[in-house]
């Protein structure tokens, strides 16, 4: 990089005022990627818990869902009988440039779409129990595609970071470096060719 350019004053100002820039962007991306693995932690300690509890309702469902079945026989037909959820949007946010989703279920009164005569209330459970787990997956599909999205992120500015450390400011300071000794040379053969002239003079 140094032997492309020449070596002037200009040049080396020009070199001196990038290397400045790439350290504060080396800076910036060292604090981005610091929030950003501090904001995915607290997404993955989240994920935990709520996995465990799905995975606690969901149990809890197909226990009362099995009891339902004993007692009711086939229960097919009441299970079509509650309708397919449409009531999920997706948003995004932005965090230090990561877009982040925002996944929400439409809030509705809650009630039974089957007839209370002919059912009992081991299906009320099951019921209730698997629209819990529904809320609770929307929830968990929120925090794991955050932290997916968190991830990638911190990669690419992991990466942007290491290139800034280990390649630019590098570059950038042997240029700084080969100018500033390039200019030195030259005034000291600038100021012997002078000490020649003068004692040329003064003979």
């Known amino acids: 990089m140094a032997n492309q350019i020449f070596p002037t004053k200009g040049n080396l100002m020009a070199t001196k005022k990038s290397l400045e820039f790439s350290k504060m962007g080396y800076d910036l991306m060292d604090r981005k990627r610091n929030i950003l693995i501090r ?6 300690d989240k994920t935990k818990a709520l996995r465990e509890e ?6 809890k469902a197909y ?3 099995q009891a339902a079945n004993i007692s009711l026989g086939s229960i097919d037909e009441l299970a079509d ?4 959820e449409t009531g999920v949007t997706i948003t995004y946010r932005s965090v230090m440039g990561a877009e982040i989703p925002q996944v929400r279920l439409k809030e509705s009164p809650q009630k039974l779409y089957y007839s209370l005569y002919g059912t009992n209330s081991t299906l ?3 019921f209730l129990c698997f ?5 609770l997956t929307v ?5 794991e595609n955050s932290a997916f999205r968190l991830a990638n992120a911190i990669r690419k500015t992991q990466r942007r970071a290491n290139a800034l450390k280990n390649i630019i400011i590098p570059n950038f300071e042997y240029t700084v470096k080969f100018i500033t000794e390039a200019l030195e040379e030259k005034e000291r053969e600038e ?4 000490k020649v002239i003068k004692a040329k003079a003064n003979k």
């Open 39 to 44: 904001e995915m932690m607290l997404l993955i």
């Open 54 to 59: 799905i995975d606690q309702t969901f149990h």
């Open 63 to 65: 226990m009362a869902l």
């Open 81 to 84: 009988s509650v309708p397919v």
């Open 124 to 126: 009320d459970e099951a």
């Open 131 to 135: 629209e819990k787990v529904k809320k």
């Open 139 to 143: 929830v968990l599909a929120e925090v």
């Open 191 to 194: 100021f012997s060719r002078l």
